[in-house]
């Protein structure tokens, strides 16, 4: 059976086994019988950069590793955490890195696939945020900094997005619609798939047939979007504890 398969938002971090342990799971029994796996951004909860050679950071790497060894293609979209995986981390892996917004073919149809975070249009304190973090001057210093030093600075940045969340409404993080009309009629297509809003649903438009399916967060449970020759699937993973 012909199946492409679609995450985002684990949010893995070496603080909540229980998230990596359902991944690996998914990797080895699921994955491993697609056509392709698209990540969506925000597999890490923050990554500090392409030289962290952490278990933890190692044993991720290592599953995308065999997984792409099989010859199942992954591709790979930065999000909001993990906007510095780069090169290194796609040698290292196999995967493919994806531009912000790409058109994929899925079994005929075809759709735009991004991360979520520009849809967000309403959050100027965050596009804020994500337009200074990109400047590739300061990622290179960032990068030049030392492990340690890193990690502090993620620990605060974190913390802050905390609090920043804390004090946003929830239609402000939500995707703005007229943003994604915008989107889907730049790149002429009636199907779009992202995350970052943390709110999985299929949204159907009668009226001009379009589709936007959001992908569901890995805070509570695993979520993967199963897409079929005309047939969609948002289902859950549970974890174990």
Same mark, same amino acid.
């Not at 949010?11 to 796996?37: S, V, Y």
């Not at 930065?78 to 890195?97: E, P, S």
């Given at each position: 059976m012909q199946k492409t398969l679609f995450i985002s938002d684990?949010?893995? *971090?070496? *603080?909540?086994?229980?998230?990596?342990? #359902?991944?690996?799971?998914?990797? @080895?029994?699921?994955?491993?019988? #697609?056509?392709?796996?698209?990540v969506l951004g925000d597999l890490f909860d923050f990554w500090i950069g392409d030289d962290d050679d952490s278990p933890f950071a190692r044993q991720i790497k290592q599953a995308f590793k065999h997984l792409t060894d099989q010859g199942i293609p992954c591709y790979f979209?930065?999000?909001?955490?993990?906007?510095?995986?780069?090169?290194?981390?796609?040698?290292?892996?196999?995967?493919? &890195? &994806?531009p912000d917004e790409h058109v994929v073919d899925l079994y005929g149809r075809?759709?735009?696939?991004?991360?979520?975070?520009? &849809? #967000?249009?309403?959050?100027?304190?965050?596009?804020?945020?994500?337009?200074?973090?990109? @400047?590739?001057?300061? @990622?290179?210093?960032?990068k030049c900094l030392p492990m340690f030093v890193r990690r502090k600075l993620v620990a605060r940045i974190q913390s802050d997005i905390r609090q920043d969340k804390q004090q946003k409404s929830m239609d402000i993080m939500d995707v703005t619609p007229s943003e994604v009309v915008n989107v889907m009629h730049r790149h002429q297509v009636d199907l779009?798939?992202?995350?970052?809003?943390?709110?999985?649903?299929?949204? @159907?438009?009668?009226?001009? /047939?379009?589709?936007?399916?959001?992908?569901?967060?890995?805070?509570?449970?695993? /979520?993967?979007?199963?897409?079929?020759h005309n047939d969609f699937q948002l289902e859950q993973r549970e974890f174990f504890h």
């Open positions: 684990l949010h893995l *971090t070496p *603080t909540r086994p229980d998230i990596t342990d #359902c991944f690996m799971r998914f990797m @080895q029994n699921e994955a491993i019988e #697609c056509d392709a796996l698209y979209t930065c999000g909001n955490r993990d906007f510095l995986v780069g090169k290194r981390f796609a040698k290292q892996t196999g995967i493919t &890195l &994806l075809r759709a735009v696939v991004l991360h979520g975070d520009t &849809l #967000c249009t309403q959050d100027e304190r965050y596009l804020e945020f994500r337009a200074k973090v990109h @400047q590739p001057w300061l @990622q290179r210093l960032f779009m798939i992202h995350g970052h809003t943390h709110r999985p649903n299929i949204h @159907q438009n009668t009226d001009s /047939s379009q589709t936007r399916i959001v992908l569901g967060d890995w805070f509570e449970q695993g /979520s993967v979007l199963i897409v079929k």
